[in-house]
């Protein structure tokens, strides 16, 4: 099997917001990292698996956006992504299609020079522009670095990703198959449970609030006797006082939104009712403290 299975890592890079959690899930078939269109809304290294039987397996590592760090929680994003340039097969770049290439792609321009890996030029969102503007964009990233492929395509929409896919085994080593054909990531379901709630906390919430938030899971038990029902208890974690007002809302309005939004894609997820309890907890300045950030399951050691 091995003679002819392909398989490796692939890293998804990019700015804040360019689209690397929806093409990730579009690659994969299923919502596995969370989308939100504020920055920052990936803070982990998220690891999700495609497997085609009869050529091979990808996986994916999706990353933080690289950017301009302001606390220690972004210098350890921008660390998680800087990272894992360095550990995988073939790097896939992320960019708009706009052909005006700003100081923050050529800070990853200059990330890129240091490698030798294989790097794939991917212009997202060609659905949002004319057709021909692709081709300016094409132009003035390619003037820039020598790129192994240049795919144009549509995460949203799905648009060329099958394309993308086969570029990707171009480039991949013959290997062994990591995870078994039904595995799709390596993220436990805590985790996952973890993140819808801090999506659906970022989709309602106001543009100050989002940034500062965790969410942790207190605990999560299946009921015994077989009845499908699932009890999880989780907290919001905010750094102000005027913050948790917000998250929690007019008579409770704002987290019982939260909570219902949430609740619905945890029973997609886990295929059973869902008994969910927020609380919201006041954790000042969290995020440039490194015992807090560790303890909201972003671990430095983890790199």
């Known amino acids: 099997m091995e003679n002819h299975f392909k398989s490796g890592f692939v890293t998804i890079i990019g700015r804040p917001n360019v689209g690397k959690s929806t093409l990730m899930n579009r690659l994969i078939g299923q919502k596995i990292a969370i989308t939100s ?9 998220i690891q999700t698996v ?8 990808i996986v994916f590592l999706d990353t933080p956006g690289i950017h301009q760090a302001k606390n220690k929680l972004g210098e350890y994003m921008v660390s998680v992504a800087e990272h894992t340039i360095a550990d995988v097969d073939v790097i896939l770049w992320l960019v708009e299609p706009s052909d005006y ?12 020079q240091k490698t030798d890996t294989p790097v794939i030029l991917v212009i997202n969102k060609i659905d949002t522009v004319e057709h021909d503007a ?19 395509l549509s995460a949203l929409r799905g648009n060329n990703c099958e394309v993308l896919i086969q570029q990707i085994f171009k480039y991949l080593p013959y290997g062994p198959q990591y995870y078994e054909d039904d595995v799709i990531t390596d993220q436990p379901q805590r985790q996952i449970v973890a993140e819808i709630i801090r999506e ?7 543009e100050e609030v989002p940034h500062g938030i965790a969410v942790s899971i207190d605990q999560m038990k299946w009921r015994k006797g077989g009845h499908g029902i699932v009890d999880i208890d ?38 059973c009712k869902v008994n969910l309890k927020l609380w919201v907890k006041v954790k000042k300045d969290w995020r440039d403290s490194d015992f807090l950030i560790k303890n909201f399951g972003y671990n430095k050691e983890d790199i």
């Open 37 to 45: 269109n504020k920055p920052q809304t990936t803070r982990n290294r």
């Open 50 to 57: 495609y497997t085609d039987p009869e050529v091979g397996q």
């Open 101 to 112: 290439v700003g100081g923050g792609d050529r800070h990853i321009i200059e990330q890129l």
């Open 134 to 152: 692709v081709f300016g964009v094409i132009d003035a990233y390619r003037k820039l670095y020598d790129f192994a492929e240049i795919v144009p």
């Open 200 to 206: 659906k906390s970022l989709h309602a919430l106001n």
């Open 234 to 271: 989780a907290t919001i974690i905010c750094e102000k006082d005027s913050h948790k007002g917000i998250i929690i809302g007019k008579g409770g309005s704002m987290l019982k939104k939260i909570g219902s939004n949430a609740r619905f894609e945890i029973e997609r997820l886990l295929e």
